[in-house]
């Protein structure tokens, strides 16, 4: 009988610790859902030092930084990022960020572009651009960010005038 009672108590005791656990991961999961929300898309600022690594007659390559600003309350991690870049609509090069990044919180931060230029298609693109001073520069990404071990691809897009400084 002794044994009886000692089977059941603990088949009892073993049914309520398996609802707890299972309410217990229940919470967690809720509690993942509510504080990890998608992050809010980066926000473009500028172009900032732009230089010309090699100048070719068929192909240049052209290095600046861009500036983005993150608006999240929290910082994040730049997994890989891909930027079209086109100027007065001709499509001149595509870049590749493949390092990863720590991006600040509520702060502006700096990415790298290293762009291989066609020189026909650029100067082909920006002649009508030479007395203005400016060009139309339209740049669409994609970026892979997140946080610990949630990662998302968030869209980007800029469009816009950018001043050119000639002499």
Known sequence: MRILKTTLFCIYNLSKMRYSFQAGILLILF???????????????????????????????????????NPNDFRMKLKRAEMDISVNNKFIGRSILDTLMTIPKNDSFYIPVRLNVNMKTLITSSVGSLFSNEVDVKMDGKARLGKGIFFFNFPFSYQGKQQLKLF
């Open 31 to 69: 509690l993942l859902t509510i504080s990890c929300g998608k992050p809010k898309s980066l926000q473009y600022l500028n172009v900032q030092n732009f230089n010309i690594v090699s100048l070719g007659l068929g192909n240049s390559v052209i290095s600046a930084d861009v500036k983005f600003y």
